[in-house]
C-alpha cells in the first residue's frame, strides 16, 4: 500500500458543479496535510493547508478525517481555470506526495 | 515577486553525457529540495538541504547523481553519465521552515531528455 494514495481521474466535471476528492494516507503518526495545485507542464504551487477543523478559502474546502485516515478537497461552482492536477502531501517527518488528481471542468 | 529559478529549463542530450541543473532558492529560505517527475512515477524526492547541509539523499541514485549546495544561493544537481531513464522534470523548491513544513517554492523545473 503506498503511503499516500489519490484517485489519479481525470474526474469530468461540469463548469459549475461541484466537485470532491479524497486523498488517503497510511501513517496515522501524519501532522500536517496540504493540498497542492499543478497546472499541465507547470510546477506545483501550494493551494491550501488542512486543518484539524476544516477550512475554507472561497469555492474551497479542506477537510480531514484522521480517523479514516484522509483528507478531503471540495470544488464549489467550478470554473474551466480549475482544471488541474490535485497533489495532497502529508507530513510526519517528511513529506509525502500523492501522484495527483486530475481535473478537467467542461464548459 | 521572489522566486525560485532554475537552470536550464530544457536540456536535451545524449546518453553518458553530463548534465547539471542549477537552482537559485528564494533569499531567506534555508531548505532546498530536489525533485524529480514523470508520469508514471509522480514527484519524487532526490535530496534535501538544510542550511545547506545536506540531510537526506536516500531516494537519489548514488551511483550517478550528486547534488550540491556551494553557497545559500545555488544548489546544482549533476548526472553523469546520463542514461535515457533519467528523462524527467526536476524541479528545485525551497521554503522557510522543517522538512515537514508543506509550504514549497518550486522553480519551474529543468525539462530533461536524455536519448
Known amino acids: 500500500r503506498k503511503e499516500v494514495e489519490q484517485d489519479p481521474g481525470p474526474f469530468n466535471v461540469p463548469e459549475g458543479a461541484t466537485v470532491a476528492f479524497n486523498c488517503t494516507y497510511s501513517?496515522?503518526?501524519?501532522?500536517?496535510f496540504f493540498w497542492y495545485r499543478q497546472d499541465c507542464r507547470k510546477e506545483p504551487k501550494l493551494l491550501m493547508s488542512?486543518?484539524?477543523?476544516?477550512n475554507e478559502d472561497g469555492r474551497f474546502t479542506a477537510q480531514l478525517n484522521r480517523a479514516s485516515q484522509y483528507i478531503s478537497l471540495l470544488i464549489r461552482d467550478s470554473k474551466l481555470s480549475d482544471s488541474a492536477t490535485y497533489l495532497c502531501?502529508?507530513?510526519?517527518?517528511?513529506?509525502?506526495w500523492g501522484a495527483g488528481t486530475k481535473l478537467i471542468i467542461k464548459p | 515577486d521572489a522566486r525560485v529559478t532554475q537552470t536550464p529549463r530544457h536540456k536535451v542530450t545524449e546518453m553518458g553525457q553530463e548534465v547539471t541543473m542549477r537552482c537559485q532558492p528564494i533569499l531567506g529560505h534555508n531548505t532546498v529540495f530536489w525533485y524529480r517527475q514523470t508520469m508514471m512515477q509522480g514527484l519524487e524526492l532526490l535530496a534535501y538541504f538544510r542550511n545547506r547541509a545536506p540531510l537526506d539523499d536516500s531516494g537519489m541514485p548514488k551511483d550517478r547523481f550528486s547534488a550540491e549546495m556551494p553557497d545559500a544561493t545555488l544548489a546544482t544537481l549533476k548526472i553523469q553519465p546520463s542514461e535515457p531513464r533519467d528523462s524527467a522534470v526536476y524541479f528545485c523548491?525551497?521554503?522557510?521552515?522543517?522538512?515537514?513544513?508543506?509550504?514549497?517554492?518550486f522553480g519551474e523545473g529543468s525539462r530533461l531528455t536524455v536519448l
Open positions: 523548491a525551497s521554503g522557510t521552515g522543517q522538512r515537514n513544513t508543506g509550504e514549497l517554492f
Open positions: 501513517n496515522s503518526a501524519s501532522q500536517s
Open positions: 502531501v502529508v507530513a510526519d517527518y517528511q513529506l509525502i
Open positions: 488542512v486543518y484539524s477543523s476544516g
